[in-house]
């Protein structure tokens, strides 16, 4: 949690440490709230292409993709495993299940 490198955690990485803490703590006494299965395949399997990079960020890359037959445009988050503040699995898959949930046309 001491992105940054130098030792020391500051007042930002103490909170992602305690955030990350009582959430694995809940996750073993009741269970992932959302049960989801996230897929783990490529966007070329899917028939995604993409047409421009939207943003990046602390957790990786926003892009807008087109589907294979589909006149319809989608977001697509690429996430860095790499990055140093990018965050766990469990944020992934809390936030995958929160984005499937919404019913907007993006």
């Known amino acids: 949690f001491d992105f940054s490198g130098d030792g020391t955690i ?3 990485e103490c909170v992602k440490l305690v955030k990350y803490v ?3 703590r809940r996750i073993e006494l009741a269970g992932r709230k959302n049960e989801i299965s ?5 966007m070329a399997d899917e028939g995604y292409t993409v ?6 960020g ?11 037959m589909n006149a319809k445009k989608f977001c697509v988050k690429f996430y860095n495993k790499q990055e140093a503040n990018a ?3 469990d944020e992934l898959i809390d936030e995958y299940a929160l984005m ?3 019913s907007n046309d993006h």
């Open 22 to 24: 009582l959430r694995q």
């Open 87 to 89: 965050c766990g699995l």
């Open 58 to 68: 602390g957790q990786g890359v926003m892009y807008l993709c087109s589907k294979s």
């Open 38 to 42: 996230v897929p783990r395949s490529t």
């Open 10 to 12: 500051d007042k930002y």
């Open 51 to 56: 047409i421009k990079e939207l943003g990046r």
């Open 100 to 102: 499937k949930s919404l």
